[in-house]
């Protein structure tokens, strides 16, 4: 058996401070993504201050949950359609153009949450990516994010 | 002079603990909306874990203090459009159904931000918020929430 690494894993240093899904910012939620077939998938357990009303999880989180899993997976599929590993050379790296969460029915806070995405446009620097966010199994929001390439310039001049 | 309090403030205890907008969440953002005219106006100073690369602001705090800036800003314009305060019964609660979010350059972290929101629309259970999140006076991104009257059997039973 070897490690199973996760999308964020193979960021490079220098982006790996996100909120959301930086593995190096010790104060966010350093969300995980992988594959499972032609899915991407992500669990998160919520903690208790993360409520919107007692008993559920607030939408800020659920939209930042989609968010960042959707950027991790549009990196990934990018790697995937050139038949590379995220370990190779050049490093792709997207950022949000676009999101919107549509919530379904309250998210129960206790719940283990399982967001799972798919890619369903890729062209030049775009992609699109519909998300699921099952609480228990149960669908508690809907997510489309629209991703397009970081601007090298970016991590330049900072 | 009075003082000046801003819509959270208004909340029954109860519903007062959400992570963006919640006054008694110690944990959360706290934020805070006031009317300036017909737009209401929140301000917040983004910590430097609310990151996404270094420099910038990440995409879920964006998200997330437009939706709770949403949310507030459809219970005050409730109490409004029957010409009485918030601190008279019975009280209007919100809750998002959508939400999408236009991210239209980075936001520097080191700014100030305001989220300027509008009410587009108002029928039965339902309004439409819009807004504008400006660092520093820069336009950064553009908001739309739909918000639905929060079912009274959310509080109820929990």
Redesign the interface.
């Known amino acids: 058996m070897t490690e199973k690494k996760a999308f964020q894993d193979y960021y490079a240093d220098?982006?790996s401070?996100?909120?959301?899904c930086?593995r190096l910012?010790d104060?966010?939620l350093q969300i995980k993504s992988y594959w499972d077939g032609e899915e991407a998938v992500c669990t998160y357990r919520p903690l208790a201050?993360?409520?919107?009303?007692?008993?559920?999880v607030?939408?800020?989180?659920i939209?930042?949950?989609i968010?960042?899993h959707s950027t991790g997976t549009a990196a990934a599929a990018a790697y995937r359609a050139e038949n590379r590993g995220m370990d190779t050379e050049p490093a792709h790296r997207f950022?949000?153009?676009?999101?919107?969460?549509?919530?379904l029915r309250?998210t129960p806070i206790e719940a283990g949450l399982t967001i799972r995405a798919r890619v369903e446009e890729m062209s030049g620097r775009k992609v699109i990516v519909s998300s699921r966010l099952l609480a228990d199994d149960e669908l508690c929001a809907r997510g489309e994010a629209v991703l397009v390439r970081?601007p090298e310039k970016?991590?330049v001049n900072?």
Chains 1, 2 share one sequence.
Request: aromatic share 14%; net charge negative; charged share 10%.
């Open positions: 220098e982006v401070y996100c909120y959301g930086g910012n104060k966010g201050h993360h409520m919107a009303i007692p008993g559920f607030y939408g800020g989180l939209a930042s949950l968010d960042c950022v949000t153009a676009s999101l919107h969460v549509d919530y309250p970081m970016w991590l900072r």
